[in-house]
């Protein structure tokens, strides 16, 4: 069980570092092309090294934003629904208690998040 636990993260780790590579050319070249739409003014104000900035930032923030919830959010919601349908076919109550205490989880994400933020902002 734990070679294959092993073994699937490598292959998952492998794909998943074939697609940021696949996924950073393509929003290169689109914010390549994206760039070249922008006023002569804009260009003017801004030299090089800033316009490279300003789109390799933006697009470590989409690819950061894409792996997580290909990889990571995806495969939980999946695995909880999973799990939410097996412990209803062992007993209804499992099944239920587990959706509800899955909605109470995701209110007190929602209710948390206007604190972690301002957290964020002062220590960053």
């Known amino acids: 069980l734990v070679i294959a636990s092993t073994i699937t993260h490598d292959v998952m ?3 998943r570092n074939s697609f940021k590579e696949l996924f950073r050319v393509a929003l290169q070249s689109s914010g390549s092309r ?4 922008l006023t002569a003014s804009w260009h003017s104000k801004h030299g090089t090294g800033e316009k490279e900035a300003i789109i ?3 697009i470590d923030k989409v690819i950061h934003f894409a792996d997580y ?3 990571m959010a995806i495969p939980d919601f999946c695995r909880i629904v ?3 349908i097996f412990l209803g076919y062992i007993h209804w109550i499992l099944g239920t208690s587990s959706v509800v205490l899955l909605g109470i989880i995701l209110l007190m994400a929602k209710l948390n ?9 002062e220590y960053s």
């Open 69 to 71: 919830v290909i990889f």
């Open 56 to 58: 390799a930032k933006n």
């Open 82 to 84: 999973i799990l939410a």
């Open 34 to 37: 994206k760039e070249q739409l």
């Open 113 to 121: 998040q206007a604190r972690l933020k301002e957290m964020v902002r």
């Open 13 to 15: 780790d492998t794909y």
